[in-house]
């Protein structure tokens, strides 16, 4: 048995029950896990799939480099904006309730983006994507920490985080394809059929997740009762105290420090996903091709993001991991800039976003645990919110340095510059401590 075992507190009469704390927390990841990743890998295709709409959206709707750059980060504007008082209204409400109805309403926004017309409309839908999809990447990552507790964690969140590389992975040819055969079937545009067709699933996924997402573990029937017990007795040992004052994160400097280290790890991710498959079209190749191509960066990245967090929970280490994984996404970008073949650009893209996206579930790991249960309410969404606004500054400076040399070396050379500071931002925290963070 597991050295994790406790005895869960009985029932009076009941028999004394051990518990594998464990096998407990294997119980509830086979449970929640599949589900989340599934309407995360939904939700980051939904936000990204703008980079293979650009394929062809651009030409046919006359965006220029630097209006698509910018108009793709708008979106940032109201997921940023949003992401703390959703974050707060799930832990009043329930994350059944919210979740399901974050996922209907950005499926419908997404659909809408089928039937854009100017640059307005495309700002206005953009910006409207943002406003209802905030909350659901931080409120799952705050939902799991009511169920994993820290030992386990970052595997765990590796494990949902992992949809980030895999919806990249999967999306990309499926974009491709969406794009490449289905342009002109009655009278609409590829592009058009891609946002409509992969805004679907969110909606189904949506409506599904009201009757299965329990809010907790108390109301999880697929638990014992000495499971719970367990689950809770470990859970409020790591908590230490809530005092019930959310909203104070929003002027603690720790969560700013964490916040900007996060911008610079997710500036990399987002200047990639919005520009990749035009960086690979630029190639020569055509929109299958660059479909498929575009996937490879996502799959090593997939792979590294498993074996990192594994290593980290094996050695209870996450600053380290963490720095380390973004002065590998920082070297991977600066090489791609001046790469002087395709073949060797698309080992150095490769290598930019296995640092990237390898750093994620550590830096996570380590704040939801140091922040606690009372900062991390409100305080896991103003991280992701800051660091979310690099999904807007990102693109818009690839878009503005292209626009203005024709090349995207320098721009990919500007974006190395975030994973870096992050990884000594990162490192900075670590020699100071957990007493910075829990002060």
Not at 115 to 138: D, K, N, Q
Not at 270 to 297: C, D, E, H, N, R
């Given at each position: 048995?597991?050295?994790?075992?406790?005895?869960?507190?009985?029932?009076?009469?009941?028999?004394?029950?051990?518990v594998?704390?464990?096998?407990?927390?294997?119980?509830?990841?086979?449970?929640?896990?599949?589900?989340?990743?599934?309407?995360?890998?939904?939700?980051?295709?939904?936000?990204?799939?703008?980079g293979?709409?650009?394929?062809?959206?651009?030409?046919?709707?006359?965006?220029?480099?630097?209006?698509?750059g910018?108009?793709?980060?708008?979106?940032?504007?109201?997921?940023?904006?949003?992401?703390?008082?959703?974050?707060?209204?799930?832990?009043?409400?329930?994350?059944?309730?919210?979740?399901?109805?974050?996922?209907?309403?950005?499926?419908?926004?997404?659909?809408?983006?089928?039937?854009?017309?100017?640059?307005?409309?495309?700002?206005?839908?953009?910006l409207?994507?943002?406003?209802?999809?905030?909350?659901?990447?931080?409120?799952?990552?705050?939902?799991?920490?009511?169920?994993?507790?820290?030992?386990?964690?970052?595997?765990?969140?590796?494990?949902?985080l992992?949809?980030?590389?895999?919806?990249?992975?999967?999306?990309?040819?499926?974009?491709?394809?969406?794009?490449?055969?289905?342009?002109?079937?009655?009278?609409?545009?590829?592009?058009?059929?891609?946002?409509?067709?992969?805004?679907?699933?969110?909606?189904?996924?949506?409506?599904?997740?009201?009757?299965?997402?329990?809010?907790?573990?108390?109301?999880?029937?697929?638990?014992?009762?000495g499971?719970?017990?367990?689950?809770?007795?470990?859970?409020?040992?790591?908590?230490?105290r809530?005092?019930?004052?959310?909203w104070?994160?929003?002027?603690?400097?720790r969560?700013?420090?964490?916040?900007?280290?996060?911008?610079?790890?997710?500036?990399?991710?987002?200047?990639?996903?919005?520009?990749?498959?035009?960086?690979?079209?630029?190639?020569?190749?055509?929109?299958?091709?660059?479909?498929?191509?575009?996937?490879?960066?996502?799959?090593?990245?997939?792979?590294?993001?498993?074996?990192?967090?594994?290593?980290?929970?094996?050695?209870?280490e996450?600053?380290?991991?963490?720095?380390?994984?973004?002065?590998?996404?920082?070297?991977?970008?600066?090489?791609?800039?001046?790469?002087?073949?395709?073949?060797?650009?698309?080992?150095?893209?490769?290598?930019?976003?296995v640092?990237?996206?390898?750093?994620?579930?550590?830096?996570?790991?380590?704040?939801?645990?140091?922040?606690?249960?009372?900062?991390?309410?409100?305080?896991?969404?103003?991280?992701?919110?800051?660091?979310?606004i690099?999904?807007?500054?990102?693109?818009?400076?690839?878009?503005?340095?292209?626009?203005?040399?024709?090349?995207?070396?320098?721009?990919?050379?500007?974006?190395?510059?975030?994973?870096?500071?992050a990884?000594?931002?990162?490192?900075?925290?670590?020699?100071?401590?957990?007493?910075?963070?829990?002060?």
């Amino acid at each position: 048995m597991s050295d994790a075992a406790v005895a869960a507190p009985p029932k009076l009469g009941a028999p004394h029950e051990t518990v594998d704390a464990d096998r407990v927390v294997a119980k509830v990841a086979r449970r929640l896990i599949p589900f989340l990743v599934t309407a995360f890998i939904v939700a980051y295709l939904d936000r990204v799939n703008i980079g293979f709409a650009a394929l062809t959206m651009n030409a046919e709707l006359g965006f220029t480099p630097e209006f698509f750059g910018w108009a793709a980060g708008v979106f940032f504007i109201g997921y940023c904006l949003f992401e703390a008082p959703s974050n707060y209204i799930m832990h009043r409400v329930g994350a059944r309730l919210w979740i399901a109805r974050i996922m209907v309403s950005w499926g419908l926004v997404s659909a809408l983006t089928a039937f854009i017309w100017s640059e307005a409309s495309f700002v206005v839908l953009r910006l409207l994507l943002g406003v209802m999809e905030a909350g659901f990447a931080p409120g799952v990552i705050l939902y799991l920490t009511y169920w994993i507790p820290a030992a386990q964690r970052a595997r765990v969140l590796a494990s949902f985080l992992i949809a980030v590389p895999l919806a990249s992975a999967i999306g990309s040819p499926i974009s491709g394809f969406i794009l490449a055969s289905l342009n002109g079937v009655g009278g609409i545009s590829g592009w058009r059929w891609l946002f409509l067709m992969e805004a679907l699933p969110s909606i189904i996924l949506g409506v599904f997740c009201f009757f299965y997402l329990p809010d907790g573990p108390q109301s999880a029937k697929w638990l014992t009762s000495g499971e719970k017990a367990s689950l809770r007795a470990v859970l409020e040992r790591e908590a230490g105290r809530d005092h019930g004052d959310h909203w104070r994160a929003l002027k603690d400097v720790r969560i700013l420090i964490l916040g900007v280290a996060y911008f610079g790890i997710v500036i990399a991710l987002y200047g990639l996903s919005f520009w990749l498959p035009q960086i690979i079209k630029a190639f020569g190749f055509g929109v299958i091709a660059t479909s498929l191509l575009a996937s490879i960066p996502y799959i090593c990245a997939a792979l590294a993001m498993w074996a990192w967090s594994r290593s980290s929970d094996r050695r209870r280490e996450t600053v380290g991991h963490t720095a380390l994984a973004g002065v590998v996404g920082a070297i991977g970008l600066a090489c791609a800039a001046y790469a002087p073949t395709p073949l060797l650009s698309m080992i150095a893209l490769s290598v930019a976003a296995v640092g990237a996206i390898a750093a994620l579930p550590t830096f996570w790991s380590f704040t939801t645990l140091a922040l606690g249960t009372g900062d991390a309410v409100v305080g896991v969404a103003v991280i992701n919110s800051i660091g979310n606004i690099s999904g807007f500054a990102g693109p818009y400076l690839v878009g503005l340095v292209k626009g203005a040399t024709g090349e995207f070396s320098d721009a990919l050379l500007a974006l190395a510059l975030g994973p870096l500071i992050a990884a000594l931002l990162i490192l900075r925290i670590g020699r100071v401590g957990f007493r910075f963070l829990r002060a």
